[in-house]
């Protein structure tokens, strides 16, 4: 590959998930070396053996699972590994927390440097990793598929920062395979496919031509579906309350129904119950009220195994925790919950054979990139790992399939693969729950759109409701009159009731 990047420039690199963009940029940041080539930083030939070589050369690099340590505040996190000390050696926090408020004037960056890590949203946490990359005077910034896990909200914030490093002459490389962001944001594009560099690629282009580039064929940007002709109802949540850890009160209330051959379509800003709904339906939380029925079996008292044997496909919606064992192979990953029964297993013996002839089916039929089926689940790209666990919880006969944040991470090619098969999954007859904050994904997928907000539904509207009107209802206004000023007059339901202490602080 070839690639030049200029100062005060936003330069995309485009491609799908294995594409090597990440592998390229961890060669420049100096985590691997190149077999051949070389780096050339400032018009001087460079080697950089260890990250460290490329920090101290004004390399930055923003992964795209973050490297921070939770229980450290915001101003620890920036020092580590750059730690300045007072006399008798001991550390020098209150400088380190000036440099962090400096850096937060200059770029608007708008975090507090004595919060505690695990405390902030993902959005904020990222913007920790980009200020230790700028308190080492980094003077090039390579993102790695930054908006992978930021709300729609987080995202627009973060193309505000890098504007302003952009203004300021950093160089900044981010990397996507998101086409509206490129279009967006980007000043140059160059598109990667199969390790190689096929070309560059105006963000004048239209998306479909980006889209061709980057997998290397016609790809479809709109999910074909016919009408959806649904059946009984085979799934309902009654009046269901789920608590966080505190006690607080995260699902509120909620009643909803599902019949077989649907779609429902869970919308929302990150944060507002989504994840502790799921979590109840799986048996990971139990309700603290209310009740959840498959076929008329009531799940909450049910563990996540036995409500797995009941006939639910789960995918998560953060693959590296919940969804992989990043040390196991590829080939066991797709059978980790399917290997207790025939053919893969039975008791306490593992069939190798059936294992292998799984993977090798699957890693084929939903074009997971991986050099071997033995390989790590944790040494695939990120869309890749997604990729995997899709293809084990839809290689099954299901009751209901749940997915949350089914494509977050995958490029054009796979997510167009994903959509057809829930919609397949759809037209055999199986509910589907999809949990998205991607509103595109909402539209195109739904046969019906739930708005969740601070844990309850706050309507559920048709999927022909207005992007402005589903932003409206993630803010908490289900006002028709304000509802139909953003598009005309829309059908909303209201299930449940509010709580009766709804007061002041609910509505500000």
């Given at each position: 590959?070839?690639?030049?990047?200029?100062?005060?420039?936003i330069?995309?690199?485009?491609?799908?998930?294995?594409?090597?963009?990440?592998?390229?940029?961890?060669?420049?940041?100096?985590?691997?070396?190149?077999?051949?080539?070389?780096?050339?930083l400032?018009?001087?030939?460079?080697?950089?053996?260890?990250?460290?070589?490329?920090?101290?050369a004004?390399?930055?690099m923003?992964?795209?699972?973050?490297?921070?340590?939770?229980?450290?505040?915001?101003?620890?996190?920036?020092?580590?590994?750059?730690?300045e000390?007072r006399?008798?050696?001991?550390?020098?926090?209150?400088?380190?927390?000036?440099k962090v408020?400096?850096?937060?004037?200059?770029?608007?960056?708008?975090?507090?440097?004595?919060?505690?890590?695990?405390?902030?949203?993902?959005?904020?946490?990222?913007?920790?990793?980009?200020?230790?990359?700028?308190?080492?005077?980094?003077?090039?910034?390579?993102l790695?598929?930054?908006?992978?896990?930021?709300?729609?909200?987080?995202?627009?914030?973060?193309?505000?920062?890098?504007?302003?490093l952009?203004?300021?002459?950093?160089?900044?490389?981010?990397?996507?395979?998101?086409?509206?962001?490129?279009?967006?944001?980007?000043?140059?594009?160059?598109?990667?496919r199969?390790?190689?560099?096929?070309?560059?690629?105006?963000?004048?282009?239209?998306?479909?031509?980006?889209?061709?580039?980057?997998?290397?064929?016609?790809?479809?940007?709109?999910?074909?579906?016919?009408?959806?002709?649904?059946?009984?109802?085979?799934?309902?949540?009654?009046?269901?309350?789920?608590?966080?850890?505190?006690?607080?009160?995260?699902?509120?209330?909620?009643?909803?129904?599902?019949?077989?051959?649907?779609?429902?379509?869970?919308?929302?800003?990150?944060?507002?119950?989504?994840?502790?709904?799921?979590?109840?339906?799986?048996?990971?939380?139990?309700?603290?009220?209310?009740?959840?029925?498959?076929?008329?079996?009531?799940?909450?008292?049910?563990?996540?195994?036995?409500?797995?044997?009941?006939?639910?496909?789960?995918?998560?919606?953060?693959?590296?925790?919940?969804?992989?064992?990043?040390?196991?192979?590829?080939?066991?990953?797709?059978?980790?919950?399917?290997?207790?029964?025939?053919?893969?297993?039975?008791?306490?013996?593992?069939?190798?054979?059936?294992?292998?002839?799984?993977?090798?089916?699957?890693?084929?039929?939903?074009?997971?990139r991986?050099?071997s089926?033995?390989?790590?689940?944790?040494?695939?790209?990120?869309?890749?790992?997604?990729?995997?666990?899709?293809?084990?919880?839809?290689?099954?006969?299901?009751?209901?399939?749940?997915?949350?944040?089914?494509?977050?991470?995958?490029?054009v090619g796979?997510?167009?693969?994903?959509?057809?098969?829930?919609?397949?999954?759809?037209?055999?007859?199986?509910?589907?729950?999809?949990?998205?904050?991607?509103l595109?994904?909402?539209?195109?997928?739904?046969?019906?759109?739930?708005?969740?907000?601070?844990?309850?539904?706050?309507?559920?509207?048709?999927?022909?409701?207005?992007?402005?009107?589903?932003?409206?209802?993630?803010?908490?206004?289900?006002?028709?009159?304000?509802?139909?000023?953003?598009?005309?007059?829309v059908?909303?339901?209201?299930?449940?009731?509010?709580r009766?202490?709804?007061?002041?602080?609910?509505?500000?």
């Open positions: 590959m070839d690639l030049t990047v200029e100062p005060g420039e330069h995309c690199l485009l491609g799908e998930n294995g594409a090597g963009k990440s592998t390229l940029m961890n060669v420049l940041y100096g985590l691997y070396e190149p077999t051949s080539g070389e780096i050339v400032d018009g001087q030939p460079r080697t950089f053996k260890t990250a460290g070589d490329a920090i101290h004004g390399i930055g923003v992964h795209q699972h973050f490297m921070l340590v939770p229980v450290f505040t915001v101003a620890e996190n920036v020092m580590l590994g750059n730690e000390t006399p008798l050696g001991r550390l020098d926090r209150r400088r380190a927390r000036r408020l400096d850096l937060v004037a200059e770029y608007g960056l708008e975090v507090d440097p004595d919060a505690m890590v695990e405390d902030l949203p993902v959005g904020l946490q990222q913007r920790v990793e980009i200020l230790k990359a700028l308190v080492r005077d980094a003077k090039i910034l390579i790695d598929e930054p908006t992978a896990v930021l709300t729609p909200q987080e995202t627009q914030e973060l193309f505000r920062v890098m504007r302003a952009r203004e300021s002459g950093h160089a900044i490389v981010f990397i996507t395979h998101k086409l509206k962001e490129v279009k967006e944001v980007a000043d140059r594009i160059t598109v990667i199969r390790g190689k560099v096929v070309g560059s690629a105006d963000p004048n282009a239209s998306e479909a031509e980006l889209a061709s580039l980057m997998v290397g064929r016609p790809v479809e940007l709109v999910v074909h579906k016919g009408p959806a002709n649904p059946g009984p109802v085979r799934f309902e949540l009654d009046n269901l309350t789920v608590l966080d850890e505190t006690g607080a009160v995260r699902v509120d209330n909620v009643s909803l129904t599902l019949r077989d051959g649907e779609i429902l379509c869970i919308a929302g800003v990150q944060g507002n119950g989504q994840t502790e709904l799921t979590e109840a339906i799986l048996g990971l939380r139990r309700p603290a009220a209310g009740s959840i029925r498959l076929d008329g079996r009531d799940l909450a008292a049910m563990s996540p195994r036995k409500t797995l044997d009941a006939g639910v496909g789960f995918v998560p919606e953060d693959r590296q925790h919940d969804g992989i064992v990043g040390e196991f192979t590829v080939a066991e990953n797709l059978v980790l919950d399917l290997v207790t029964r025939p053919p893969f297993g039975g008791g306490v013996a593992v069939n190798p054979k059936a294992v292998r002839k799984n993977a090798y089916n699957r890693v084929a039929e939903f074009d997971i991986t050099h089926i033995d390989a790590p689940a944790a040494t695939l790209s990120g869309g890749n790992q997604q990729k995997v666990v899709v293809a084990r919880e839809m290689s099954r006969p299901l009751r209901l399939f749940i997915a949350s944040q089914p494509t977050r991470g995958v490029d796979a997510m167009e693969f994903i959509h057809q098969r829930i919609v397949a999954e759809r037209d055999v007859g199986t509910p589907v729950i999809i949990v998205s904050t991607e595109d994904e909402v539209a195109a997928l739904a046969d019906r759109i739930a708005v969740m907000y601070r844990g309850r539904i706050v309507g559920i509207v048709p999927p022909t409701a207005t992007r402005e009107q589903l932003g409206l209802l993630m803010a908490g206004v289900d006002d028709p009159d304000t509802l139909a000023e953003c598009g005309g007059r059908d909303v339901d209201k299930p449940g009731t509010p009766p202490d709804a007061g002041e602080e609910d509505n500000a």
